[in-house]
């Protein structure tokens, strides 16, 4: 009875650790990656990925950092942003913007650090807002009480689309420049000084 049952494992063993010899290395990875998850480009790329712009105006480099969702389709103003909100103009963290000294903006002085920058967009005028708390999720932690500026621009419309937003921080003129952020078909701006 031993015999057989030693027999049968033996025989079970040999069967197990034969291969096909006609399946070639290449073909086992092929099989592998079959198994595989595929990756679509959309699961790839993060929809709203973290970018920056800057530039140095005057001596000053100027450094803004945000997260640039894209239209998709949708609609943004009175959408997807709302209108009368306070807003992370971006998407995920608020945007922050460094100014390495400091700045003069619609007549204010902004000392030099790292703050947050938040829009409440209108359809005829927007509020822009420098805030103290850089490192803060979307408007949730928001507190108008840590504000260090506000103050109103116009929006003016793009003649094209601009599928992701975009900041720019564009020098003009020695210790001039300008802020610009641009989205879907409209764009808002504001000057800094460096003092």
């Known amino acids: 009875m031993n015999k057989v049952l030693l027999t049968a ?3 079970a063993l040999i069967s197990c650790g034969k291969t096909d010899t006609t399946k070639t290395e290449s073909d086992g990875i ?3 990656a079959a198994h595989q998850a595929s ?3 959309d699961q790839a790329k993060p929809k709203s990925p973290k970018t920056a ?4 105006i005057g001596p000053a480099h100027i450094h803004i950092e945000y997260s640039s969702p894209s239209v998709r389709g949708r609609t943004v103003w009175g959408g997807l942003v709302s209108y009368g909100e306070v807003w992370v103009t971006g998407a995920h963290k608020a945007t922050s ?3 390495p000294s400091d700045v003069k903006i619609k007549g204010s002085i902004v000392l030099k650090g790292k703050y947050a920058l938040f829009t409440i967009p209108n359809k005829e005028e927007w509020t822009i807002i420098i805030n103290k708390n850089w490192d803060q999720h979307l ?3 928001y507190d108008q009480a840590e ?4 103050f109103k621009v116009k ?3 793009l003649k094209k689309v601009q599928e992701t937003l975009k900041y720019q921080v564009v020098p003009v003129e020695g210790n001039v420049g300008t802020i610009s952020i641009s989205w879907d078909q409209l764009k808002v701006s504001f000057d800094v000084e460096v003092v």
């Not at 504000?147 to 506000?150: A, G, K």
């Open 97 to 99: 913007i460094n100014f």
């Open 53 to 56: 712009a800057m530039a140095n």
């Open 139 to 141: 408007a949730d932690d």
């Open 9 to 11: 494992t033996i025989v």
């Open 30 to 32: 092929d099989e592998h």
């Open 155 to 157: 929006p003016s419309n």
């Open 147 to 150: 504000d260090v500026l506000r």
């Open 39 to 41: 990756v679509t480009e």
